[in-house]
């Protein structure tokens, strides 16, 4: 692969200008965890959503942009928010020298990663939603993947309709938020896997799907950073990181979304056994449990829905849950009965204390 000629500005001057130390880094724990299948994955950080003033997340909702992954692990450190403020202002500033300047740096991975007998890939957002290929750039006006093209990049994104594989060795995930779950079938229809954020890991539901019907299986997309090698069909499950922790709007989900009344039968024999699981309340006269909280409204609603066309009363109960030490506002959905929780309600931090004084009713429905 032939560099191509840079003009104007030297690899120097641009330097001082945009002050970028470097586009990529390995540093991600997750993607670190790909040596030992083989892989040394290079991610490109900008500033998420529109934080430096330039949106590189079109479709981001307003549950993603709080949570993401920019307030996890390294990402919450000022030199490290800096960094990522400066290369975004490099790619508006000057998008030319950018990709030129991104090219350069693949090759040099890619070279790093032979050394260390490791097949390089490349993760271009790493805290963006950018169409990289839709970026032809160069006297040729190649996009990054025709420059590299036997070299594998991934991406998640919340762009419906991209495609599974924009250019052949591009692949891409969709990832479900609280506002694009109607594209989730789609997605998994163009062959997208689809990463789904779940409170916690140890809750990984076996399967997930959105409301109105389909489910698929669910693989812990903790793992690894991979998505290239996951099984296709897979609901990617990734457990809350950082501020996500603390979410209240659906784009974390506590639980599964899906409701397997079949199980409830269990669930109802084991808090028979055991009282202390109880959570249950009266509502206007009648005994009702939680089985889904601390959710957005839609979420509780969708809940709700498949309680209701499944034959049982729901009611959505409006609460304040302690969340990350302050109150927030969130949704719960009870349901008549005496068992506790289905695997998919997820409950487990309210019903695990008594929660009728902890959870004022502000509200039913
Ligand atoms: S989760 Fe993705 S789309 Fe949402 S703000 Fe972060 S990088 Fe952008």
Redesign the pocket.
Known sequence: MMAIERKGLSNKELDEKWNVKSLLGTSNFKTQKGEKYGYRTWILHLA??NISGNN??P???IG??A????TSGLGCQPSVINARAKRTEFYFGDREAFMLRLEDEIRKAIANAERAGLTPTFRL?G???IKWEKIMYGPDKKNIFQRFPNIQFYD?T?IPNRGKKPEPNYQIVF?R?EDNERFVKKAMEQGQNVAVVFDKKSELPNKWGPQGGMIWNVIDGDRNDLRFLDPPKSVVGLSAKGRATRDTTGFVLYGTGVIDVDNLKEYRKRAQKDPSILGQRKIDGEKFVPIQSKVSRASAERTAELLRTSGRKARIVEHKPTVGGKSRKAWAVYTPGVYARTKSGATVGLLSRPSRKRIPTVRSY
């Open positions: 998420p959503a590189v997340c479709s981001a909702s993603c942009a949570a993401c992954l920019n957002n805290t963006s939603d998640y919340k990832s938020s």
